[in-house]
């Protein structure tokens, strides 16, 4: 019995400690399972905070994934109406340069035309400058015929009176002006005799112009015309003037027979009384140069018309 105990008791130590070792070893067991437990919890937490900030991160990248395609798709709008706004320039350029070349076309076509107006002008201007010049000459023609009669009658009486004073001269209007009181007394028609040689010499003159024929083809009609001054009553003084005018050509028909007989058709008369004064003074000098006998010489219309006509190409009714 005595053997037993021992062995009981050291079956129970043995128990014992076996159970205190399982027992140790269930805590320390249990301790590493909390310390992994804790660790997981740890991790768990973690990662719930990593997922926490990666739902968040998620969240803001989706926010600004929703901004990114809100300003994609305006831009992509704003590219669209640049795009829009671009054709509608290429079409407005495109149009503009058709109406820059149509321009450039006409601009063309205008200097084309101008450039032949300019030579249709200088061509104009060419045949206008001899239609000046032709006409020209008929002037210097008539102021010709009026010179040669001056001169006629200068030299057989000289070209100044005793006193001083010019025979004839040549008015304004290019006609040969006999003062009256060389001719006339004061409010009388008939000639002095003193005049009548001056007649003769000017019936003379007017023939031997007129038998040039060159000369005689441009000439109309000779007028003979009389001029008083201003005193008396206009119709005594129309019939002053045409009287005188009358005296002059009857003299220088009688004076010059032959004149009369070849060439009186080209003689007119006129009495223009007071109403074509050289002077509107009043003074006794004035009124003494009024108090005159005109010859004009007419020219031809024919000649200038048809002058005229040749150079617009066309010719009268």
């Known amino acids: 019995m005595q053997d037993f105990w021992p062995s009981f008791t050291d079956v129970m130590s043995t128990v014992a400690m076996l159970l205190f070792f399982l027992m140790l070893l269930s805590y320390i067991q249990n301790i590493m399972t909390g310390r992994r437990l804790e ?31 809100a300003r994609l798709a305006y831009t992509e709008q704003q590219i669209t109406e640049k795009e829009n706004a671009l054709l ?112 003769t010499q000017l019936s003379e003159a007017f023939e031997r112009l007129l038998d040039d024929e060159a000369t005689r083809a441009y000439i109309d009609y000779i007028s003979i015309e009389g001029h008083t001054d201003a005193a008396g009553s206009s119709a005594f003084n129309r019939g002053l003037s045409a009287d005188r005018a009358v005296s002059v050509v009857n003299y220088m028909m009688e004076a010059n027979p032959q004149l009369e007989e070849k060439y009186a058709r080209y003689f007119g008369i006129g009495g223009f009384s007071k109403f074509r004064p050289l002077s509107e003074a009043s003074d006794e000098a004035a009124m003494a140069q009024n108090r005159r006998i005109e010859i004009s010489v007419v020219v031809k219309d024919d000649n200038i018309r048809k002058m005229i006509e040749d150079y617009l190409g066309t010719s009268a009714p």
């Open 88 to 199: 509608l320039l290429e079409n407005e350029v495109e149009r503009t340069r058709a109406e820059v070349e149509q321009g450039q076309r006409e601009l063309t076509l205008s200097n084309q035309e101008i450039e032949s107006q300019r030579e249709i002008i200088a061509m104009s201007n060419q045949e206008l400058g001899d239609l000046r010049a032709k006409l020209s000459d008929i002037a210097v023609l008539r102021v010709d015929i009026l010179d040669k009669v001056r001169g006629s009658i200068e030299t057989a009486i000289g070209k100044y009176t005793d006193d001083g004073e010019e025979r004839v001269t040549i008015g304004p209007n290019a006609n040969i002006i006999i003062n009256e009181r060389l001719l006339f007394d004061y409010g009388s028609s008939t000639l002095k005799d003193d005049a009548k040689q001056l007649m």
């Open 39 to 69: 660790h997981s919890r740890g991790e768990l937490e973690t990662a719930r905070q990593s997922l926490a900030d990666a739902r968040r991160e998620l969240d803001e990248a989706q926010s600004a994934l929703g901004e990114t395609q």
